[in-house]
């Protein structure tokens, strides 16, 4: 059928030797040609058991998925191919809210265990994230779609070096985290909210560069099972969000 997905020869060679080995059990279906399926899937936002049978049975497909995101493959193939690159001297910091589809709900522990909250736009989950200078996405984490984005910031910095200059939106506006930019000699690019009685003086011509993490989000969201949420459980949208992030920016 037309439309396939399937992963190029520069992306299985930057995939491939992060894959795990020697593995108890049957000998695994040929790895490239599940993946390929996964990503399909992601893409176009069908059920899994609509995936076209040309990638192998729908079965394999979403076990492979479910199995490996509960190991925390997929998350470590994000996060080693994001190391391999220098880390720029300036980082953006923003969030994006995702819409949870009925299926998405009834994960164990409840909506808010498994990153589920109710804001304006309904039932959603927000995508927090650091892009370098080039729009790329460097770490991300899932927070509930009702909670504040400066609550997930601290989390989100601790998983990379302090950067040279941070650029974010009035809502990462907090004393807490401007004193903590100030203990690692990160620049503040933030302006400040209409609360404060003195404004707080912030560059706004390096602020203009924060788009480029509103342009990773639209991306991250040509995917359509990262527009909208289907999976029960956080942490397969959190694999699909990083699956989705090694084929666009890193392989």
């Not at 029960?232 to 920016?249: H, P």
């Amino acid at each position: 059928m037309a439309g396939e997905f399937w992963l190029s020869d520069r992306a299985w060679a930057a995939i491939e030797p992060l894959l795990p080995r020697n593995q108890p059990g049957a000998r695994r279906v040929d790895d490239r040609r599940v993946i390929s399926g996964i990503i399909h899937v992601l893409r176009v936002g069908c059920r899994w058991q609509d995936c076209p049978s040309v990638y192998g049975p729908s079965t394999t497909i979403y076990n492979r998925f479910n199995r490996w995101s509960h190991r925390g493959l997929w998350a470590r193939i994000f996060a080693t191919l994001s190391a391999q690159v220098e880390l720029p001297d300036e980082l953006s910091i923003d969030s994006t809210a995702v819409r949870a589809h009925r299926s998405a709900h009834g994960g164990k522990g409840g909506r808010k265990f498994q990153a589920i909250g109710r804001s304006r736009g309904g039932p959603t989950t927000k995508i927090h994230a650091l892009t370098d200078g080039c729009g790329r996405a460097v770490a991300f984490l899932l927070g509930h779609g009702n909670g504040a984005d400066i609550s997930a910031a601290p989390a989100l910095l601790d998983k990379l070096p302090p950067p040279g200059r941070l650029l974010a939106d009035r809502g990462y506006d907090a004393n807490s985290l401007r004193a903590r930019l100030a203990a690692s000699k990160t620049e503040a690019v933030i302006p400040s909210t209409r609360s404060r009685k003195r404004p707080i003086p912030y560059d706004p011509v390096a602020s203009i560069a924060r788009n480029r993490i509103e342009r990773a989000f639209c991306r991250l969201k040509d995917w359509r099972r990262i527009a909208t949420r289907y999976d029960k459980l956080a942490i397969n949208f959190a694999s699909a969000v990083a699956i989705a992030a090694v084929i666009i920016w890193w392989t």
